[in-house]
């Protein structure tokens, strides 16, 4: 009798563990929060790698961007429409000479070689402010970006995935829905901000400014003095068309981190639970 009830004891001791294993609700409420004990690493490393992939898939896009927001394009460039704070302060503090160089780099006919050519001109020619022209403008775009980007993401989720279990397809429409929303709200501030990196000379010519163009207020009265309303709009196919994948792949991919992490950390739990 001794061994048959340690059996039964045994038996409900193994349910139990089962169904809490099997039981959904709680792996997804796990799954939604990570661990509290995980490392910053583990967040920054699934941040990063989404980051590199969508950088790296959506480049050429984002060079068509740059060159349809060009306010006086190049005669001989012909160009067609595509079918179909504080982490933000600082991000842009670090970022931003990169991005001055990237869109100079990309503009059409472009005068610099390559990258340390394009550093060391910039740097002699126009000193280092002109890595940061348009910083000011940058954080006024990143700001409301990033506001209305994770709102309609958690909207989207709302309807598509509201018991917040892990479904790819349901974090790459809201990605792509968060990235075409907040890339057409903020189209006008990157508008500036691209006039601001390049220095256009064209552009800046035509409207005789002397010297180099600077401050976001300067940057919009010239926008608008160049082709009114619509030039604010110059390049919102290509920015919503690259912000699209770029924001699906972002968070499809740092959803896959945090559910492999979390239930990583789940199984090793288990593993070594009491036996």
């Not at 001791?13 to 929060?33: A, F, G, H, I």
């Not at 012909?78 to 869109?103: C, F, W």
């Not at 909207?155 to 279990?165: D, T, V």
């Not at 608008?224 to 619509?230: A, I, R, S, T, V």
Request: charge should be negative; include cysteine; charged fraction near 15%.
């Amino acid at each position: 009798m001794e061994l048959s009830s340690d059996r039964v004891v045994a038996t409900l001791e193994m349910s139990e563990l089962k169904s809490k294993d099997d039981d959904p609700l709680k792996t997804d409420s796990e799954y939604e929060s990570l661990p509290p004990h995980v490392s910053v690493t583990t967040h920054m490393t699934a941040g990063a790698v989404a980051g590199i992939l969508e950088h790296t898939v959506m480049y050429p896009v984002d060079s068509v961007k740059t060159r349809m927001q060009s306010l006086q394009p190049d005669p001989n460039a012909q160009y067609r429409s595509i079918a179909g704070s504080v982490a933000t302060v600082l991000h842009d503090a670090v970022m931003n000479p990169a991005e001055v160089v990237k869109q100079r780099m990309q503009i059409y006919n472009s005068p610099y070689r390559g990258l340390w050519d394009c550093v060391q001109t910039v740097t002699r020619d126009e000193g280092m402010r002109a890595f940061y022209r348009s910083y000011s403008t940058q954080l006024t775009m990143n700001i409301p970006f990033q506001a209305v980007h994770f709102i309609t993401y958690e909207l989207m989720q709302e309807q598509l995935n509201p018991h917040r279990h892990y479904h790819p397809g349901s974090h790459i429409l809201s990605g792509a829905a968060a990235g075409a929303v907040s890339a057409a709200i903020t189209t006008p501030l990157d508008v500036c901000k691209t006039l601001l990196n390049t220095q256009e000379n064209q552009a800046l010519n035509s409207m005789h400014v002397s010297g180099h163009l600077t401050g976001m207020a300067n940057a919009f009265r010239t926008v608008y003095q160049l082709g009114g309303l619509p030039a604010f709009f110059k390049g919102v196919q290509a920015r919503i068309i690259y912000q699209m994948p770029s924001t699906a792949i972002a968070w499809s991919v740092y959803e896959f981190f945090k559910y492999f992490l979390t239930k990583q950390q789940l199984e090793q739990e288990a593993g070594t639970g009491p036996v």
